[in-house]
């Protein structure tokens, strides 16, 4: 077992520690059985792990199908694994989890439930921290959400129009950049038909991050701001902007890449990008309705 960046995960390196990470599996899984017949089945997984004076905390967030989230810890052969706290839906409308997100530091977890709405947990309390309205988000439906792993005070969060918002935790609000830009977002964005699937973060840019979809990678600086519609931002400029407007532009976009299927930083400046082979693409074509026949007599 190891823990890297805060965040809890399990290794497999070497034979002889299979069995003791097989040994966890199963006594998760009997802490969890036993809730699935009301709870349903697990649904999203996020460990987070936390150094304190007594010693390292693990948890191990567990979102069910009924919505509610088991957080569990003690993930040692010395230690019984326990579970800590049980969070229902604040609005009791028991909407499933869609996503459940941990900061790198152990201090929060975010869950977006099926309803819309985004709760903020703190781990250290293990008490409900905040929630976030889908009216702070201009309506949009929340799709994704992440930490940045420089600054875990702030919460970027993806909704199912492109459009995207930077949420301080601390001080429970959207913060300034998004405040003056995201409603400002280009409708070579949020027109796209390629939508927004997930998002990674440099831990040595705290003040950018990256959000993917399948068609493209779009880089945002809150250093800078958004062009107004007023000027004439064209499709042409947001992908390959001139020297002259590459200053004042807070969002590039990058296309070499595609289909996405999914892309993490693994290091400073070390970013893996998973492509689907267009093969597999292909096999999923419906039929042609004509193929033209080269030598024949259609």
């Known amino acids: 077992m190891t823990q890297n960046s805060g965040c809890f995960d399990w290794e497999v390196k070497k034979d002889e520690k299979t069995g003791s990470i097989s040994h966890e599996l199963n006594r998760l899984e009997s802490h969890l059985l036993p809730k699935a017949g009301r709870e349903g089945v697990p649904v999203c997984l996020s460990f987070a792990g936390k150094k304190r004076e007594s010693g390292d905390t693990h948890y191990l967030a567990c979102a069910m199908q009924s919505g509610v989230i088991h957080v569990l810890s003690g993930f040692s052969l010395k230690v019984e694994t326990t579970i800590e706290k049980t969070f229902i839906d604040p609005n009791d409308s028991k909407s499933p989890v869609t996503s459940l997100q941990t900061s790198s530091d152990g201090n929060w977890l975010a869950c977006i439930r099926n309803g ?7 781990l250290q309390t293990l008490e409900l921290h905040t ?6 988000l201009g309506n949009s439906k929340p799709c994704a959400c992440g930490f940045h792993k420089a600054d875990n005070n702030n919460l970027v969060i993806v909704c199912n129009d492109n459009r995207f918002y930077v949420y301080s935790v601390a001080e429970r609000q959207i913060s300034n ?13 949020t027109n796209h038909a390629s939508r927004i699937r997930g998002l990674c973060f440099n831990k040595s840019q705290p003040d950018i991050f990256c959000l993917w979809s399948p068609s493209f990678m779009l880089f945002v600086d809150t250093t800078k701001r958004v062009a107004l519609a ?9 992908y390959k902007p001139s020297e002259k407007r590459v200053k004042d532009l807070g969002l590039k976009i990058k296309d070499c890449y595609r289909p996405l299927v999914s892309a993490e930083y693994i ?14 693409v292909m096999q999923h074509f419906p039929n042609v309705l004509h193929r033209k026949r080269y030598g024949g007599n259609n």
């Open 116 to 122: 819309g709405d985004i709760s903020i947990y703190n």
């Open 230 to 238: 007023s000027e004439k931002q064209t499709k042409k400029e947001l």
């Open 177 to 189: 950049w998004s405040a003056a830009n995201s409603e400002k977002i280009p409708a070579a964005i």
């Open 267 to 280: 290091g400073e400046n070390e970013i893996v990008v998973v492509e689907s082979p267009w093969i597999k």
């Open 131 to 136: 929630q976030i309205p889908m009216a702070l």
